[in-house]
Each structure stands twice: as structure tokens, then as C-alpha cells.
């Protein structure tokens, strides 16, 4: 079964060095959706290696299966545009509407 579009959880502001966590949810397909995160649509990195991570400045941790992406301190810098697009190699992907988050 195809997925349908995903409900994305989004704060709107942040306060700088906060704990925030982004969600990304749909329940129709089968077998069970991935999940991609997108900021200024941009497909963010999934964090693998500690090294790379750090190199690229990454300071999330985005989940494909549960759909989360969390940040362990927000910063200026992740202040821009999410959504998150929803895949299970079965008919279309879907997409979230995009939402705005200030910190």
C-alpha cells in the first residue's frame, strides 16, 4: 500500500540551546514508511559515523523509520523551512506542507 501524506509535527520557534524534536507520521503504508527530512528542501544527512557528522556540522539526529528528527541543542543556524517526505518504494512518495521553524 502506497503511503498517504505525512503529518509533520513542527515547532514554530525555538529557543537557542534547546532540546527540540521534529515528527513525521503516516500510518497507511505498507510495508511501513521511511522517512526523509528536509530543511530549505535539502534532504538532511542521516547521522552514521561520528566523523562525518562532525565534519558536516550536524547537530540532529534524524530517525528514517520512527521519523523523527531530533536536535540536542538548536542553534540560529537550524532557523528554515522543514517538511518531511514519506517512502516505502511503493507508488508516490508523499510530502508533508512545509513549516517554518524560528529559532
Known sequence: VAPTTPVCEVPSSAMTGTVVELSCKETEGSPPSEYQWYKNGVALLEKTGTGSARAANITYTMNKKS????????????????????SNGIGLSQKCSVKRMQV
Open 67 to 86: 521519523g523523527t528528527l531530533l536536535f540536542n541543542t538548536v542553534t540560529k543556524n537550524d532557523t528554515g523551512e522543514y517538511f518531511c517526505e514519506a
